[in-house]
């Protein structure tokens, strides 16, 4: 299940369901960890191949050799000792096959699979006849795939054919209003039967964090503080040094001095607007304000920092 309901994670569960309905390749795009695969297999769910099988690939665990074998299958006694198999190609007969961390394939390995792909159909290793292959492909990647084409290190052929769709799944830092429901979801998946719930502090410490390893490393962090904490609830304490502490000098900041409470919200206003990356719509659906006060907000900010709007 995808959680989400920021407005990105709401565009891009319309574009997997549109895209599922097609048989068209798609380049799955995005940091590490922020939920590619899950996105894959959400549009094979999607698909008419759902009944069919989900079969995944990591390009980048396996060398040239081995890999071919793997995607494309081997005959029986290709080498002394070496058992016939299926490759991951004709395993997906009927569904759909993913190719994960696809910016690492060998320059060899991306021709190979560029056939592979024109003709759909398959060749084993050592094998002398050709099958056809009925699979559809998703491929996913955490570098930028048009970069690495233009750097010469992914083939221009074999990039248009597989990037024909593209969808990016977007960093967690920018949606983070979708971290309440996300560790609601990810505390329910690792509680195994324990009652388990997160503090209102320990819910700020997490939605301030940057999450440069995104949702998978939000879920380690969850399932490290359910391992060690004691108690039905998730507290700043249980969490990582490392993930709290923008957290704990934001609250060391606060309040200044005699600051008002509107100074204050001015101030986490525009905190909160920085974190949008400007983007005033999303400040104003995170803090649940209307356009209007949001820009009240600012302007007395304005005003606060030129020094004449200090004691409204
Ligand atoms: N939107 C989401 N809703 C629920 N769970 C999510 C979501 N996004 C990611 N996850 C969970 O986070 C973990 C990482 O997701 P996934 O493996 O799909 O990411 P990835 O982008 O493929 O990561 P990597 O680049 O490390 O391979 C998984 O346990 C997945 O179930
Ligand atoms: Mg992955």
Request: charged share 25%.
């Amino acid at each position: 299940m995808i959680v989400g309901q920021s407005s990105v994670m709401q565009k891009l569960r319309a574009d997997i369901a549109s895209v599922g309905a097609t048989d068209f390749t798609v380049l799955v795009e995005g940091e590490s960890g922020v939920g590619k695969e899950l996105v894959a297999y959400g549009i094979h769910h999607a698909s008419p191949r759902r009944r069919g099988p989900f079969v995944a690939v990591n390009c980048a665990a396996l060398v040239e050799t081995l890999l071919e074998a793997e995607l494309f299958g081997i005959e029986e006694r290709t080498a002394t000792g070496v058992r016939g198999r299926r490759g991951k190609f004709e395993l997906a007969e009927g569904g759909t096959l993913f190719l994960d961390e696809v910016a690492d394939l060998s320059v060899g390995a991306q021709a190979k699979l560029l056939r592979v792909l024109q003709d759909m159909s398959v060749e084993r290793v050592g094998g002398e006849s050709v099958r056809a292959v009925n699979t559809r492909v998703i491929a996913a990647t955490n570098r930028r795939l048009s970069e690495q084409m233009r750097a010469r290190q992914f083939r221009e052929d074999l990039y248009y054919r597989i990037s024909g769709v593209e969808l990016e799944v977007p960093p967690l830092r920018a949606r983070r209003e979708d971290i309440p429901l996300l560790t609601e979801h990810l505390l329910n998946r690792h509680r195994h039967g324990r009652e388990i719930g997160v503090s209102a502090a320990a819910l700020d410490a997490l939605m301030a964090f940057d999450w440069p390893g995104n949702v998978r490393q939000l879920e380690r962090v969850l399932e490290r503080a359910i391992a060690l904490g004691p108690g039905a609830t998730v507290e700043v304490s249980d969490l990582p040094i490392a993930v709290t502490r923008g957290y704990r000098d934001l609250l060391e900041e606060l309040p200044r001095g005699t600051e008002t409470l509107r100074a204050w919200s001015s101030r986490y206003v525009r905190v909160v607007l920085d974190r949008c990356e400007g983007n005033k719509r999303r400040a104003c659906d995170q803090l649940d304000i209307s356009y209007h006060t949001l820009r009240a907000y600012l302007a007395f900010a304005q005003g606060a920092s030129r020094g004449d709007a200090q004691t409204s």
